[in-house]
């Protein structure tokens, strides 16, 4: 199985819906991250989360909400999907160990909203 | 702000060495990354080097970082197809939170 898991793979769905993408990890990290690539932009933070009471906001978060419900459980939510979050998002880990440093990737979810 | 630049494409031939160059502009980033993302798939960690090294050197990659111009570079010696991805570049910044930049990401293409 995958150190970083998320679901669905590809999702479409339309403007206006309500739409929920999973992330769950078996690395034990504390911190969890949601990005989301666009081409020629690169990754750009949506959220994070250092423990399950702590969230914070990313440089995009507009438009996005999160849940930690566990550990090892991070979603991210679009409210009401809209065309231009049509997007590769991805949910990272890391352990915040600077002698063990970088992220470990989920596979992304590639949602298209039309 | 912090921020990382990257050229968007590079295309090689097999066997040739190739070169991908990043800029970032926060000097007290502890470390910097190179990502490799294939096709269809996550990022992938492929080397990292601390922020007080000038070189290092992993197989046929070498990462060679000028802090005095805030330009890191990945070196990829013999390049084969399966070397064919996007390359991300990624600086750690000045928080302690963790949260990595990224640059735009480098298409690189090898020709056979």
């Known amino acids: 199985d995958a150190d970083v898991t998320q679901t669905p793979r590809n999702r479409i769905t339309k403007t206006g819906k309500r739409i929920m993408l999973e992330c769950s990890q078996t690395?034990?990290?504390?911190?969890m991250y949601w990005y989301r690539q666009d081409p020629g932009l690169g990754l750009r933070l949506i959220y994070y989360s250092f423990d399950v009471k702590d969230i914070n906001k990313g440089e995009i978060s507009d438009g996005y909400s999160v849940s930690r419900q566990a550990q090892a459980k991070f979603s991210l939510s679009l409210e009401s999907a809209i065309p231009n979050q049509t997007a590769l998002y991805f949910c990272?880990?890391?352990?915040?160990?600077?002698?063990?440093?970088?992220?470990?990737f989920g596979s992304g979810t590639r949602l298209t909203v039309v | 702000g912090e921020d990382v630049e990257q050229s968007l494409f590079l295309s090689v031939r097999e066997g040739d060495s190739s070169v991908i160059n990043c800029t970032y502009t926060d000097s007290s980033s502890t470390y910097l990354y190179w990502y490799k993302q294939e096709p269809g798939a996550g990022l992938q960690l492929l080397t990292y080097?601390?922020?007080?090294?000038d070189m290092k050197q992993d197989q046929r990659l070498t990462v060679l970082l000028n802090k005095k111009d805030k330009h890191l570079s990945l070196r990829i010696a013999d390049t084969q197809t399966g070397d064919s991805a996007i390359y991300f570049c990624?600086?750690?910044?000045?928080?302690?939170?963790?949260?990595?930049?990224f640059g735009q990401g480098t298409t690189l293409q090898v020709k056979p």
């Open positions: 690395k034990g990290h504390d911190r």
């Open positions: 990624a600086e750690s910044g000045s928080s302690n939170t963790g949260k990595l930049i």
């Open positions: 080097i601390f922020s007080n090294m």
């Open positions: 990272a880990t890391s352990d915040g160990d600077l002698s063990d440093p970088g992220y470990t």
